[in-house]
């Protein structure tokens, strides 16, 4: 009877956490995993969350709160400024650029593929800045995550009339890895002493990139 008695108890009490824990919950709230693997900013219905550093995240399924908690650093507003990863791609004619090639200069990364609309919508944007600002000293260099890049990516570049650097990422460690990019496009402002100053995930406003751009060059909009 004592033992019945005391699995009972046992059991009000985790009913209670468990309920009280529920209670906590908001009924919608914006995913942090969908957020930045979707783009999705609308709010979601609220299945579970977690806490890091502090602060607590929602998400819309255990799947997504999974993904959170195996990484969580890549579904957190980013620290800035913080050092840029080193990486290491080939461009089309198979020559090495990697963050120690660029080293003290002012580098705009692209992370981009053919099939993707808003990275295709957002290169003329980019052609342009490299065009008004590389004499300023900007490097843009846009990295192709394409399977069968080689083949894809050249006639695309020459289509769109293309003229700043695009690389092919790949190895055994890739670019997008690194920077631990999750759905593209995805840009990178790096500064002159290495460290990634801004970053755009998902569709940009080219305004705005444009605007962070110019102020770290110090060049004033024309």
Known sequence: ??????????????FLLVNSAAAQLPQEAICSVCRVNE??????????????????????????????????EAYTPPVLPRPAPGFAVKNLAGEKISLATLAGKVV?????????KPCVKSMPE?????????????????????????KKVPAFLARHKITYPVALDGGETPAW??????????????????????????????????????????????
């Open 1 to 14: 009877m004592k033992s019945l008695i005391k699995s009972f108890f046992i059991f009000a009490i985790l």
């Open 39 to 72: 783009g999705e900013t609308g709010p979601e219905k609220v299945v579970d969350m977690s806490e890091y550093l502090g602060e607590k995240f929602y998400f819309c399924s255990k799947k997504c709160q999974g993904l959170f908690d195996a990484d969580p």
């Open 108 to 116: 705009l990364l692209d992370f981009w593929a053919t099939w993707c």
């Open 126 to 150: 980019l052609q342009k800045l490299h065009e008004q600002l590389a004499p300023q000293g900007l490097t843009i260099v846009g990295i192709s995550i394409d399977e069968q890049g080689q």
């Open 177 to 222: 890895e690194s920077y631990k990019v999750k759905v593209i496009p995805a840009l990178f402002l790096i500064d002159r002493k290495g460290r990634i100053v801004q970053q755009w995930i998902g569709e940009a406003r080219m305004e705005e990139v444009t605007k962070a751009v110019r102020d770290l060059l110090q060049v004033k909009a024309e």
